[in-house]
């Protein structure tokens, strides 16, 4: 079956490290991966888009690679600040929709 | 900076009944979505519409769920007789480009049905 998996445990980073999220999906050839942030009662805000010819995209602290190999992408925050405290959701398109992962919540502690 | 736009931010609404979600996108946009997140959940697609028609829809989109842009700024979904599992946030997105392009989302509409 397809299934896309991020961590459903939340994740605690001390500030000013580096936060990896995980991103799996099985089943699914995408073209390309979108990680998007949602905060509580918010809707999702576009991060960064990776498509299945690159390796690694970066904007600011932000940093996503994509090995379609492993069928995984990882999504890096460096330099966390307790303002990058959200849930973290990964989306990959398929079949001309949007399919998304449950998200990983991240905590960037003081 | 330009932005998506949902109106109400929470709608209340017995079993049965119809309601409406509305939506302005991104006013050069020409791709319009409609998304579902029922609460601890994920985001869900429901329909992709272009050009004035439906160009994708889910399993979830029934013929209960109905899609309009009635003007040049508006993009609607109707509910036609809303059940308890209706209740979710709906989340509406537009992009300029399809496959692929930024999709932005509105700050979506509450839907609680009793």
């Known amino acids: 079956s397809q299934k896309i998996e991020q961590n459903s445990e939340a994740l605690n980073i001390q500030e000013g490290k580096t936060a990896t999220l995980t991103c799996n999906y099985t089943n699914y050839s995408p073209a390309y991966l979108q990680w998007y942030r949602q905060d509580p009662g918010r809707g999702p805000v576009f991060l960064l888009l990776i498509r299945e010819n690159e390796k690694e995209k970066r904007k600011e602290r932000l940093k996503v690679t994509f090995d379609t190999t492993l069928k995984q992408s990882l999504f890096h925050i460096t330099a966390s600040q307790p303002a990058d405290s959200a849930t973290y959701l990964c989306?990959?398109?398929?079949?001309?929709?949007?399919?998304w992962g449950a998200g990983t919540k991240l905590i960037i502690k003081p | 900076e330009p932005e998506v736009t949902q109106t109400p931010s929470h709608q209340v609404t017995q079993m049965g009944q119809e309601v409406i979600l509305r939506c302005v996108p991104i006013?050069?946009?020409?791709?319009f979505y409609w998304y579902r997140q029922i609460l601890g959940q994920k985001v869900e697609f429901l329909v992709s519409f272009y050009n004035n028609e439906i160009s994708e829809k889910s399993e979830i989109f029934d013929d209960q769920f109905s899609v309009e842009r009635p003007d040049g700024s508006n993009f609607t979904l109707k509910i036609r007789s809303t059940k308890l599992e209706d209740s979710a946030m709906y989340f509406c997105?537009?992009?300029?480009?399809?496959?692929?392009?930024?999709?932005?989302f509105g700050p979506g509409t509450r839907l609680t049905v009793l």
């Open positions: 006013s050069n946009h020409l791709y």
């Open positions: 997105a537009s992009s300029l480009l399809a496959k692929g392009d930024t999709q932005y």
């Open positions: 989306a990959l398109y398929s079949n001309y929709q949007l399919i």
